[in-house]
């Protein structure tokens, strides 16, 4: 069984990819190497990771508002999540999405997702995002085969 | 484009129409999105701007302005510019590679042709540019977005790259956070207790009680802004005091805002801080927090000292009038780099002043435009820097790779003299 849930629309998009859950928050600066999507923080747990092609979870951002700066360097050198769900909102990650959006018409879809809803996402569990926020995550490791 | 709740007036209809040219249109396209996702129902007017895009953190920041600039971007209201990548005024200072270097300078350039006013200064609000009670701006660079909120009264969200600009190119904003009143409501208390009066007198304290606000505040779940109030500050704080108290909240725990009771204007008495309401928390804040926030600030114990580093916020004329007479009783070793990061209006003032001649006499060398911590400036990839600024001390150990040590603006002018780290650990003594 597939499990399926709604989530909030912050930036519209399909997606597809495998999920990658970070256990805190990450602030993309100082964070995450644009060069290759590697999660660099030194004291975060994912640290080693690699965001880029994923639908990448986190709670939420933390710091500086210069993470939008450097989504947006990811964007342009293709090293970016194919979607970011967030617990709770943050504005500078939208940001840097909108803006690739508009200068390099990259679509990096964004959603919230409830506490509940949040906490059945597993890392490495493959997930089908529709425009309107309806996620299914596949039960098994392979991606998972919907109808719409 | 989807602007579902969001009321759009004629003028801004009229320029999504690209009635007031494109790179307007692109701005309020991209504007628009971030009003919808912080709920604001309407845009309103801004007067004044203040762009940290102006910082180079990789190519696409460039191809931004670039795309802007080539769309006819020119700024509506008055803008000023954050600190660049590059010192303008003193090239050779600068140690990076020469693609990163010519990127930079074009960056900057690129502002000041959308109309800025090349400032280059992370303190904006020691330059001139200081909007009045009450005016709605939109400003980037947290500290400087925490001084105009707090110390000036302005109104400003917590904007960042590329918002900034779209503001200041649209003249306009979102109506949401702290440019409603409701918002701007003092939650956390902070009380100051049993400090030592010669602590109490010395400006040490304030970056070091930021830190410590900040670090308590970014640590707060839930929502809404985390505005902290302080009280028991003595009355004759001085801004320069305000400056580095807010900047090293902004630093550990992305403060916008905060209430000095007695000090700051939105808060002659506690409960105009509050909005009449009751404090939703009250910390003490005794010298044994203050002692360990201050240990916080320092990365390495030894004596080793290689660079001291002044000035972020950016040196003022009054910092440099309490630095001078230290100086001279205790001028640099020569193996210690003396930095002080200041602005061109500082810079002209001291030069004015003849101060300049005798401070470069003493071997300290002056950053302007741009500061340590955003540009490859140091002639040392290793070894310790000594600061009196909580945010150098926060954000030195990752970009730039060398250790820190915290310390009052005495000691790290005597430390420079001695060429080891030096202590008067009497002023943190009950």
Redesign the interface.
Known sequence: MNSSFQAQVILPGAAAGQLLVLSEALSFWGGVDPRSGDIIDERHPQRGRNVAGRILALPKGRGSSSASSILLEACRRGTAPAAILTRELDGILALGAVVARELYAVRLPMFTLNATHYRQLRDGRWLRIRDDGWIVMSDGCGPAVTKG | MATNGLRLSEADRAMLAGERGDAAR?AL??LL??AR??GAEQLLDIEHAHV??VLL?????L??AE?LLAAGGRVVVPTTLNVGAYDLLHPEIYQGDEQTAAQAQRLMQVYVEMGCEPMFTCAPYQSGARPPFGAQIAW?E?NAIVFANSVLGARTQ??????DICCALTGRAPACGLHLTENRRGRWLFALQGIPPRLLMDSVLYPVLGYLVGAACGAQEGEGEAIPIITGLPPQTNEDQLKALGAAAASSG?VALFHAVGITPEANTLQDATQGKKPEQTIAVDLPALRRARDQLSTVGTAQLDVVALGSPHFSLEEFAALRPLLEHHPPHSDVDFIVCTHRIVLAALQQRGWLGPLKELGVRLVVDTCVVVAPLLRVQRGVLMTNSAKFAHYTP?NTGLGVVFGSLEECVRSAHEGRIWRDEALWQA
């Open positions: 692109l396209r991209i999105p971030m996702i912080y940290d895009g953190h990789g190519e696409s920041g191809d931004f795309r980037a947290s917590r904007y960042g790259d590329f918002i992305a990752g």
